[in-house]
């Protein structure tokens, strides 16, 4: 299939595809991704039910930015087939992607609030006005991340965990049903990835489905319904204690995950100095 960025239908104010009854939230089938000659996914497939929150895990380099951009419908897979609620993700209003922090130019000159309203417009197509019934769902996504003060603050001014919340509440005003988030607890504290934590804990009770890929096994395993564990191809796909095994963990890492026996699951600790202190998939 033809590379390069797609424009969403959705986004301008096109046709939005209906929910079939009955299909899954996500179903990826034999998802292929190539960057030039380089393999970035290799025929992944797994599906996702209503409302379940998935953390994605694996190595640098594992894919987990290009998976989630793919589900996005941020770029088209070369093989294979993404589905949201049985339609091509594009043509969706109802998935909101919050790319890593890092792909974001902060210096742009826009509000807090703007971007949150940029959910509206994503809703209702860029050349309809902003409604009062706007308004009233940008303040309530704003108070329900605790960004209330923070609206006419320019997006450079905000602190790490202050900018994913942002996102959080663009996707609440968007009224997204499918969540798709690239690692917004790296680089936070403590207190701020609880902050992001609760908020997932809101969404949960609202039956959004979430897709997030972090570093952390942990709190993938603590935290998340199911872990999809990544390297380039699917190394496995289910509950914590059906994916933090030594022998899959081994695979994706590598030798240089370091596993610890705990009592109720092994514990995988990165040797590496570097990075996130992860591992990186050899090229
Ligand atoms: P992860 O998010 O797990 O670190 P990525 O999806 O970012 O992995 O990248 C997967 C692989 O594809 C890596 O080897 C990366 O270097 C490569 N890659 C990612 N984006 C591009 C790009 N735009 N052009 C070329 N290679 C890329
Ligand atoms: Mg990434």
Redesign the pocket.
């Known amino acids: 299939m033809r590379r390069g960025k797609r424009r969403p239908a959705a986004f301008f104010g096109g046709p939005h595809a209906l929910h079939r009854p009955g299909a899954d939230v996500l179903s990826v089938q034999g998802v292929t991704v190539r960057?030039?000659p380089?393999l970035?996914l290799e025929a992944v497939s797994f599906t996702v039910r209503r409302g379940e929150q998935i953390a994605i895990v694996?190595p640098?380099?594992?894919?987990?930015?290009?998976l989630l951009k793919v589900i996005a419908g941020v770029i088209p897979p070369d093989e294979g087939v993404v589905q949201v609620y049985g339609d091509e993700p594009d043509r969706h209003v109802c998935i909101a992607y919050v790319p890593q922090r890092s792909a974001v130019d902060w210096r742009f000159p826009i509000t807090v609030y703007d971007v949150v309203m940029m959910g509206r417009l994503r809703k209702h197509g860029l050349f309809r006005p902003p409604r009062h019934e706007d308004r009233l769902k940008v303040e309530a996504a704003l108070a329900t991340v605790d960004m209330v003060s923070m609206a006419r603050r320019q997006i450079g001014q905000l602190s790490g965990g202050q900018q994913q919340r942002m996102f959080i509440a663009r996707a609440l005003a968007q009224e997204a049903s499918l969540m798709l988030m690239d690692e917004p607890l790296t680089g936070l504290d403590l207190p701020a990835q609880e902050q992001i934590l609760r908020i997932l804990d809101e969404l949960r009770k609202a039956e959004v489905t979430v897709l997030l890929?972090t570093h952390d096994l942990e709190q993938a395993a603590d935290r998340f319904d199911r872990l999809l564990l990544l390297r380039r191809r699917l190394i496995a796909f289910g509950r914590a204690e059906e994916v933090l095994r030594p022998d899959l963990l081994l695979e994706a890492y590598g030798g240089r995950l370091r596993l610890v026996p705990m009592a109720d699951r092994v514990l995988a600790v990165a040797d590496s100095c570097c990075g996130h202190g992860e591992t990186e998939?050899d090229?």
């Open positions: 960057y030039g380089h970035a694996g640098n380099g594992a894919g987990k930015s290009t890929s998939v090229r």
